[in-house]
């Protein structure tokens, strides 16, 4: 009996699309990794499931309620530097956050700026929290150039940034804002009285349901700094800030910690060239677009010499030195490394970059997936060298 052609192509792909099935159903799955095995380097902890963090925890309830007096509000803001122009990115940034998190909790947002906010801005981001909102100017003296700036010597410098493909080096306004962001913002007067901060940028996503109080997370659990992604820098944009770093320590060795991250700070081995161009950093850093911290860090003495040290040095200007390094220096050599958590639970992107946890609280991101877009990107991320010196904490 013969079979018409059609029918039997259609037999066939049925029969493949069987196989197909029987394979996904009975593959052995790809085996997990656990710290210290070869290859943890390849091992995702995203892909475990993720729930609240240990230790003491405050969950939402009405003493939250926006406006009321004697709040279960600690000391603490969202945080962001942004322009009038962002003013749409800012509302989509807010509006995840507000969703998975401030509407619970209801903290303060603080929006700085180099020249005043519009009336636009201030409106269409107040229209997205029940909570208050504060527009702040950045007075000139924390923003322009300092004087002892050589507008020579960083004309050239910018040519030779440039020449090494350095993004946003020709813009002085790039520059103005790592400084700002390195040494600058918790010196703003109307920070004062804060002392923790959630650095938040436009466009930026939130993808999970947080419960729980994170900035009593930080005061309860005595955390300093608190991360989501860690990441490769172009050393070409920090050539010197690890030699100058060594000449601070040299001159200040007792501002070291005891239990410090320098192996993390100065590993040589999952990517020796970065370590090479930079060197002697391996250039691994937290990625600070997004950060909870505890602003008495930065404002402590060791700190503060340090961001002085760095400013006279003049590498914000004539290199590309980033905020994200410079904090992550600071803390890796200056902090109890145990006061660094990351912050595993909240889900969070910056193009093309993320942080997405295994829980049913996430919406919107794929569970152990660190980057979107070419597979290239996955090689920035260094958080397996977190995990190997320091741990999960
Ligand atoms: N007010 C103000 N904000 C700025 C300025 N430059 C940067 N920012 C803000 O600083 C943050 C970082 O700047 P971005 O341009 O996003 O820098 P980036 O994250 O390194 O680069 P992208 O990958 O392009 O996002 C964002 O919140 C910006 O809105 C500026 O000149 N003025
Ligand atoms: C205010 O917020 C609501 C709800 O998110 C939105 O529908 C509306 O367009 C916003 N109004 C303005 C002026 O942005
Ligand atoms: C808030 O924190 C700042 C900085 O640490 C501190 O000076 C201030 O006294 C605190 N205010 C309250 C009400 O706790
Ligand atoms: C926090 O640190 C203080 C002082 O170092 C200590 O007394 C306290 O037990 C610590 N609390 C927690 C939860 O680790
Ligand atoms: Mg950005």
Request: aromatic share 16%; net charge negative; glycine share 6%.
């Amino acid at each position: 009996m013969a079979i018409a052609r059609p029918v039997r192509a259609l037999g066939l792909a049925a029969v493949i699309m069987w196989c197909f099935f029987l394979y996904q159903i009975f593959a052995p799955s790809a085996p997990i990794r656990r710290p210290g095995e070869v290859g943890w380097d390849e091992y995702d902890p995203n892909l475990e499931p993720t729930g609240e963090p240990e230790g003491i925890l405050m969950h939402a309830s009405n003493e939250y309620a926006p406006g009321i007096e004697n709040s279960a509000r600690i000391n603490a803001t969202l945080l962001a530097l942004v322009r009038n122009e962002e003013v749409d990115g800012m509302v989509q940034a807010m509006r995840d956050l507000e969703r998975t998190w401030n509407h619970k909790f209801n903290y303060p947002w603080t929006f700085f700026n180099d020249v005043p906010f519009s009336e636009e801005f201030k409106t269409k981001t107040q229209n997205e929290t029940k909570a208050e909102c504060k527009y702040e100017l950045i007075p000139k003296e924390h923003w322009e150039m300092p004087s002892w700036i050589n507008k020579d010597l960083y004309d050239e410098s910018i040519k030779l940034l440039l020449d090494e493909k350095i993004q946003y080096a020709d813009k002085i306004s790039y520059h103005q804002m790592c400084r700002w962001n390195s040494g600058m913002f918790y010196k703003h007067p109307a920070l004062a009285d804060t002392q923790f901060y959630w650095r938040v940028e436009p466009n930026v996503h939130f993808f999970c349901d947080v419960d729980y109080d994170v900035f009593r997370y930080m005061q309860d659990n005595n955390k300093t700094y608190g991360f989501t992604i860690n990441l490769y820098d172009a050393p070409q944009s920090i050539p010197t800030l690890w030699p100058e770093t060594l000449k601070f320590l040299a001159e200040h060795p007792e501002y070291i910690h005891e239990n410090n991250a320098m192996d993390w700070l100065t590993d040589s081995i999952r990517r020796p060239d970065h370590n090479k161009k930079a060197n002697g950093y391996s250039t691994c850093h937290f990625w600070s677009n997004f950060e909870i911290a505890d602003m008495r860090f930065w404002r402590s003495k060791a700190y503060d010499d340090y961001f002085n040290h760095l400013d006279r040095a003049g590498g914000f200007f004539y290199e590309r030195w980033g905020d994200a390094p410079v904090h992550s220096i600071g803390l890796g050599l200056f902090e109890d490394s145990s006061r660094i958590h990351w912050f595993r639970d909240i889900g969070y992107q910056h193009v093309p970059f993320l942080n997405c946890p295994n829980s049913n609280k996430c919406k919107g991101c794929t569970a152990g997936k660190p980057f979107e877009g070419e597979s290239f990107l996955q090689k920035e991320d260094c958080r397996p060298n977190w995990f190997k010196f320091v741990g999960m904490g």
